[in-house]
């Protein structure tokens, strides 16, 4: 790294701090040549993460193709963009601790379909059906009869997950 002022690159660190959103570091910097004081951030650079596709191309994870995807599945249904935004935040960030940098498409699928057994039953039957595989007309009825049991065993865990899922003010950023 140079001065911003004269391209010195021997330069002094005079203080350390953590950003404020806790992920980074600014250094308060000087150059011993010309006394020029400036600030510099430090933060961990996050992998990129590529999708495999069912016929093997790759392409670039989007968390906005996410948050749509489950947009579509809630159509009508009493769920808040903000739970929704919420959401596809932390299955990227799951999917970016478990993948590093490669995901199968289908486990995109299967991360979208946790969440939305938790957030809204109808939206997860419908998500569900269209990105699981079915074999059968028979595994459909089944998941749905799966769904209502667990439904008639706590009816009130959606409203819970509504509840928690509100963003944090730092997941807004
Ligand atoms: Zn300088």
Known sequence: MHCPSCGNDDLKVLDSRPG??????RRR???PACS???TTIER???SRLFVIKRDG???????????????LACGKRPVSIETLQATALRIEEHLQKKFDNEVPTKEIGRAVMRELSTIDTVAYVRFASVYQEFETVADFAEMVETVQREEALNPFRHLQKELIAIPTQDEKL
């Open 20 to 25: 404020s959103d806790g992920e980074s570091i």
């Open 29 to 31: 910097r000087e150059c």
């Open 36 to 38: 020029r004081r400036f």
């Open 44 to 46: 961990i650079e996050k």
């Open 57 to 71: 191309t790759r392409c670039d994870f989007n968390r906005e193709k996410v948050f749509e995807s489950m947009r």
